[in-house]
C-alpha cells in the first residue's frame, strides 16, 4: 500500500475548506488544514491535523510544507465579502494576492508543484451571457473578484516558467451544508443569503431584506446560482486527481446551471421549514449583478463531475438541518 498523500489545505477550518477536507479525507489523502482561523473554526478540522498559522509568514509556510511532507496545495484562504472590498482593497489585495504569492513561493522552495486553487464567478465581472461560459472574458467589478483574477494570472505563469501544475475552479454561490450533519456555514458576520433566510426563519433576525425589486428578472429579484459545498468539495478532489494524473491545467465553473431568485430562495426555506419568514423590500446592494448562472461544462466533460445535490430543496435542507442543530437549548 503506497503512503496516503498530504494535502495541505489553506482554509480547511472554513467553510468550503473544512468540507473539502472530510471527502478528501474519505478518498484516502490526508488533509492537513492550515488556517489564522480568522474566520475558519478548529471544531471544523476532524479529518487531518490542524497548522494554526497565516500565509503572511513565507517561512513559516514553507516550514509546514516540508515537516508535513506536502504532496498538493488546495487553497482555500481569502477574505471573500464583495462590499468590503470595494472599501477596504488594500485588506484584499495584501490577503488574497500577496499572501497568494507567498504561499506559491514557498511551494516553489519546497518543491510542491501541484495547486488547486479556489477562484470564483467574480471573475468575470457583469457577464455578457447567461449561463456564463468557462471561457467567458474575465473583467472582474470589484477588488475580490480583481485579486482572484490576479492569483488565475500567476499561476498561469508560473505553470510556464517553474512547472506549476494548476486547476482553478471558478465557484458561483457556494450553499447547504454537510449532508452527515457534521459541518456547516458559520460566517461571522453573516452576509450569504440563504443563511440569512435562515437566521430570520428561527426568529433570531426581525426580517430578511430583499436587496432590490426591480432587476429585469421573472420577479424583479437578484438571480444566482446555488451550489452544494459538498459538490464543490467534490469537484476539488477530482480536480486534485486529475492533475495527480498528468491532466493539464485547467480553469473552470461550478455551479449547477439553475438560477434562482432571492423570492424562489426565501419560498424553499419557507417550504422546508414548514415557518414563515418575515420580510422586507429594500434597494439593491451596489455591485450586485442581476443575474450570474453557471454553465459547468468543462467540468462535467473534463472531470465527469456532476452536481449529487442540484435541488435548491434540498440544498437549504441540509443548510436548514445544520442551524437547527446549533441551536442551543434554552
Ligand atoms: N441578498 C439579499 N438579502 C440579503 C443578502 C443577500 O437580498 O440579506 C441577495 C443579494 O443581493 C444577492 C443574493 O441574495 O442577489 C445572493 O447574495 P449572497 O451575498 O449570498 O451572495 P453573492 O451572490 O453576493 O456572492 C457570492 C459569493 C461571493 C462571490 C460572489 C460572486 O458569496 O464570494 O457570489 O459575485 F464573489
Given at each position: 500500500?503506497?503512503?496516503?498523500?498530504?494535502?495541505?489545505?489553506?482554509?480547511?477550518?472554513?467553510?468550503?475548506?473544512?468540507?473539502?477536507?472530510?471527502?478528501?479525507?474519505?478518498?484516502?489523502?490526508?488533509?492537513?488544514?492550515?488556517?489564522?482561523?480568522?474566520?475558519?473554526?478548529?471544531?471544523?478540522?476532524?479529518?487531518?491535523?490542524?497548522?494554526?498559522?497565516?500565509?503572511?509568514?513565507?517561512?513559516?509556510?514553507?516550514?509546514?510544507?516540508?515537516?508535513?511532507?506536502?504532496?498538493?496545495?488546495?487553497?482555500?484562504?481569502?477574505?471573500?465579502?464583495?462590499?468590503?472590498s470595494?472599501?477596504?482593497?488594500?485588506?484584499?489585495?495584501?490577503?488574497?494576492?500577496?499572501?497568494?504569492?507567498?504561499?506559491?513561493?514557498?511551494?516553489?522552495?519546497?518543491?510542491?508543484?501541484?495547486l488547486?486553487?479556489?477562484?470564483?464567478?467574480?471573475?468575470?465581472?457583469?457577464?455578457?451571457?447567461?449561463?456564463?461560459?468557462?471561457?467567458?472574458?474575465q473583467?472582474?467589478a470589484?477588488?475580490?473578484?480583481?485579486?482572484?483574477?490576479?492569483?488565475?494570472?500567476?499561476?498561469?505563469?508560473?505553470?510556464?516558467?517553474?512547472?506549476?501544475?494548476?486547476?482553478?475552479?471558478?465557484?458561483f454561490?457556494?450553499?447547504?451544508?454537510?449532508?452527515?450533519?457534521?459541518?456547516g456555514?458559520?460566517?461571522?458576520?453573516?452576509?450569504?443569503?440563504?443563511?440569512?433566510?435562515?437566521?430570520?426563519?428561527?426568529?433570531?433576525?426581525?426580517?430578511?431584506?430583499?436587496?432590490?425589486?426591480?432587476?429585469?428578472?421573472?420577479?424583479?429579484?437578484?438571480?444566482?446560482?446555488?451550489?452544494?459545498?459538498?459538490?464543490?468539495?467534490?469537484?476539488?478532489?477530482?480536480?486534485?486527481?486529475?492533475?495527480l494524473?498528468?491532466?493539464?491545467?485547467?480553469?473552470?465553473?461550478?455551479?449547477?446551471?439553475?438560477?434562482?431568485?432571492?423570492?424562489?430562495?426565501?419560498?424553499?426555506?419557507?417550504?422546508?421549514?414548514?415557518?414563515?419568514?418575515?420580510?422586507?423590500?429594500?434597494?439593491?446592494?451596489?455591485?450586485?449583478?442581476?443575474?450570474?448562472?453557471?454553465?459547468?461544462?468543462?467540468?462535467?466533460a473534463?472531470?465527469?463531475?456532476h452536481?449529487?445535490?442540484?435541488?435548491?430543496?434540498?440544498?437549504?435542507?441540509t443548510?436548514?438541518?445544520?442551524?437547527?442543530?446549533?441551536?442551543?437549548?434554552?
Amino acid at each position: 500500500m503506497p503512503k496516503p498523500m498530504n494535502v495541505l489545505v489553506t482554509g480547511g477550518a472554513g467553510y468550503i475548506g473544512s468540507h473539502t477536507c472530510k471527502l478528501l479525507a474519505g478518498a484516502g489523502y490526508i488533509p492537513v488544514a492550515f488556517d489564522n482561523l480568522s474566520f475558519g473554526h478548529e471544531w471544523a478540522v476532524k479529518w487531518g491535523p490542524f497548522v494554526s498559522g497565516d500565509l503572511s509568514d513565507v517561512d513559516f509556510v514553507r516550514n509546514t510544507l516540508r515537516e508535513h511532507e506536502i504532496g498538493a496545495v488546495i487553497h482555500f484562504a481569502a477574505n471573500a465579502y464583495v462590499g468590503e472590498s470595494m472599501e477596504n482593497p488594500r485588506k484584499y489585495f495584501r490577503n488574497n494576492a500577496a499572501n497568494s504569492l507567498n504561499l506559491l513561493e514557498a511551494m516553489l522552495d519546497a518543491e510542491v508543484k501541484t495547486l488547486v486553487f479556489s477562484s470564483t464567478c467574480a471573475t468575470y465581472g457583469i457577464p455578457e451571457t447567461i449561463p456564463i461560459p468557462d471561457d467567458h472574458p474575465q473583467r472582474p467589478a470589484n477588488p475580490y473578484g480583481e485579486t482572484k483574477l490576479f492569483v488565475e494570472r500567476a499561476i498561469h505563469w508560473y505553470a510556464g516558467a517553474y512547472g506549476l501544475r494548476w486547476a482553478a475552479p471558478r465557484y458561483f454561490n457556494a450553499s447547504g451544508a454537510d449532508p452527515d450533519g457534521e459541518i456547516g456555514e458559520d460566517h461571522d458576520p453573516e452576509t450569504h443569503l440563504i443563511p440569512i433566510i435562515i437566521e430570520a426563519a428561527l426568529g433570531k433576525r426581525p426580517h430578511i431584506e430583499i436587496f432590490g425589486t426591480d432587476y429585469g428578472t421573472p420577479d424583479g429579484t437578484a438571480v444566482r446560482d446555488y451550489v452544494h459545498v459538498t459538490d464543490l468539495g467534490d469537484a476539488h478532489l477530482g480536480a486534485l486527481n486529475y492533475l495527480l494524473e498528468g491532466g493539464e491545467n485547467l480553469a473552470f465553473n461550478l455551479g449547477t446551471g439553475q438560477g434562482h431568485s432571492v423570492r424562489e430562495v426565501i419560498g424553499s426555506v419557507e417550504r422546508v421549514s414548514g415557518r414563515e419568514v418575515p420580510r422586507r423590500e429594500g434597494p439593491r446592494r451596489p455591485g450586485d449583478p442581476p443575474s450570474l448562472v453557471a454553465d459547468a461544462r468543462r467540468a462535467e466533460a473534463v472531470l465527469g463531475w456532476h452536481p449529487r445535490f442540484p435541488d435548491l430543496d434540498v440544498i437549504v435542507e441540509t443548510a436548514w438541518r445544520w442551524h437547527e442543530s446549533q441551536e442551543k437549548p434554552e
